[in-house]
């Protein structure tokens, strides 16, 4: 079943997302994937739902956060690694109704999002430590070995699993996004994202569970072919990260990125046609830490600046052999983004010449001077070449520069094509 023209265009347009990691695994605030690292049983493990009581957790807090942030979506780890799950199936007594909190947080998510018309994201784990089917061996993201009074049974596991996500898909309302993790197997089976599809006939669902989905989700520190700078995406993409640099779930003491490499990496990443989707992990009593707030507000004071220069805006580097910058285009606009930190205080975009009508620095919203000479750099073309002046370098350390170039006329065409392809 074909993705639906709705689900390409709401993903094309909401361009930044928030990513909640929360679980049993902030109450201890080590890792997600305490159970499995710290090599603790699974009884042991089991024994946190007792103490799992959440009550600071507010739905519309979050959104408010996200919202201030420019972010259009949100996506919940539903189940983690642990089987641990946040709502209510009637699948596994292990989830959050048999907790001392007994309330189900992905409804809570669900209506917030459909009472304030903000797109809801589930991520669900296929990868299970809890689960007595679930064939662990010992490969990555998985126990070591089948524990006592397991029936690793892959069959019946996915019977299991494909009734959780027919719930996910049914009880919660519209569901836009679908987040799969860890289906360490490799197993293909087409037919569940097409199940998916038809009960969220407006879903978008990525590359990590059984078939090739409807995009590529690269994560934390990317490849060097991933993030050619010139390059933009040859299917849709969302790229992933979380604030703190240790772990995605709550983590006491964590060390966490500054604002200016998360700002860097978004600006990277939307500039070549991708999505981002930023994390955060809410601490055992549910609510957002300080930290993790102050770097997300940080980024959408960056963000809601520039992002015209994303949402409806093209990807555009081809039409410059400046590597040092990226660009993007929409209509007679073309965006110029000069990261952090700022070089030299003049950019040039070899081989385009013509002057633009204005020259806007998003950021401060401050005209910029620009003009078309023969550079001595450029001497031996003989050719004018289109130079931005005066850049204030030291004034706007610390984020990502976009500056607007408006043209009375059409720019040239990019060397690439412009349509990233959504594959389903």
Same mark, same amino acid.
């Given at each position: ?34 159970q499995m690292r710290r090599h603790i049983s699974r009884a042991e493990y089991g ?84 689960? $007595? ?15 006592? +009074? ?86 849709? /993409? ?89 660009? /993007? ?21 070899? $081989? ?11 950021? /401060? ?16 073309? +003989? ?34 094509? /412009? ?6």
């Amino acid at each position: 079943m074909e993705i639906s023209n709705t689900a390409k265009e709401w993903f094309s347009r909401r361009r930044f997302g928030l990513f909640l990691h929360f679980g049993l695994y902030a109450i201890e605030g080590w890792h997600e994937q305490d159970q499995m690292r710290r090599h603790i049983s699974r009884a042991e493990y089991g024994k946190l739902i007792s103490k799992f009581n959440p009550t600071g957790f507010n739905a519309d807090k979050i959104l408010d956060l996200a919202e201030s942030a420019g972010m259009e979506y949100v996506c919940l780890t539903t189940k983690h690694h642990d089987g641990f799950c946040l709502w209510d199936t009637k699948y596994t007594s292990f989830n959050v109704m048999n907790s001392p909190y007994g309330k189900d947080i992905v409804k809570q998510l669900a209506d917030a999002c459909s009472r304030r018309k903000f797109s809801l994201g589930l991520y669900y784990s296929v990868a299970d430590w809890h689960h $007595p089917g679930y064939p662990n061996q010992g490969r990555h993201h998985e126990l070591s070995k089948p524990e006592k +009074g397991d029936e690793p049974d892959w069959e019946k596991y996915m019977e299991f699993l494909k009734s959780q996500v027919k719930e996910l898909c049914t009880n919660y309302g519209e569901v836009r996004h679908f987040f799969w993790d860890m289906n360490v197997p490799g197993y293909k089976d087409p037919s569940i994202n097409d199940m998916m599809r038809q009960l969220q006939p407006h879903m978008v669902i990525n590359d990590r569970g059984f078939d090739e989905g409807d995009f590529g989700t690269p994560e934390r520190e990317y490849s060097k072919n991933e993030t050619d700078r010139m390059v933009r995406f040859p299917r849709y /993409t969302e790229a992933c990260n979380s604030v703190g640099t240790q772990s995605w779930g709550y983590r006491n003491n964590e060390d966490y990125y500054t604002a200016e490499f998360l700002i860097s990496s978004i600006d990277g990443i939307m500039s070549k046609g991708g999505n981002y989707l930023l994390n955060i992990g809410p601490d055992s009593r549910g609510c957002i830490p300080n930290e993790d707030r102050e770097i997300v507000s940080s980024i959408g004071d960056w963000y809601n600046k520039v992002r015209e220069s994303f949402g409806d805006s093209e990807p555009a580097s081809e039409l410059t052999a400046n590597r040092e910058i990226l660009l /993007t285009r929409n209509g007679n606009n073309l965006y110029v983004h000069i990261p952090s930190p700022v070089r030299a205080e003049s950019v040039i975009l070899a $081989p385009l010449s013509n002057e633009p009508s204005s020259a806007i620095i998003l950021n /401060t919203g401050k005209t910029v001077n620009v003009k078309s000479e023969i550079l001595p750099t450029h001497w031996q073309s +003989g050719k004018k070449i289109l130079r931005i002046m005066k850049i204030p370098r030291d004034a706007m350390t610390g984020e990502t520069l976009v500056v607007r170039l408006q043209f009375s006329e059409p720019l040239p065409e990019a060397g690439a094509s /412009t349509a990233l392809e959504f594959k389903g």
